[in-house]
């Protein structure tokens, strides 16, 4: 069982390194990023828009809000998690159905 539980702490620091993304957000007139986190599903991303003239010129720039840009990071991570834990969870039955455990076994009851 030692073997299993150091696979699963490993896979779910796998899933959660592939999936993070880095928490940004507006510090005065620009961005900043944060720590990393898994986004929650339809989460509001600030992003900068640069508004330029018809030459081509900066005329300024602006904080732009996007709805549900990381949605597929979410349900990845969230679906690579259910499959993991399934593991856990299946390896945790044959653990306690095996002969040297024998969580199973006929006993007087009452």
Known sequence: M?????????NKQE??????????FKN??????GESYIPNIDDETPS???QLDTRG?????K???DKGVYNYNANSYWD??????????AELNVLISSKKVNFFKQGASF
């Open 2 to 10: 030692v073997k299993v539980l150091e696979y699963f702490k490993k």
């Open 15 to 24: 899933l959660f390194d592939k999936y993070a993304i880095k928490r940004i």
């Open 28 to 33: 005065g007139n620009g961005l900043k990023e």
């Open 48 to 50: 900068m828009i640069t």
């Open 57 to 61: 010129f900066k005329l300024g720039s």
């Open 63 to 65: 904080v732009n809000y």
């Open 80 to 89: 690579g998690i259910v499959e993991l834990y399934d593991f856990l969870f």
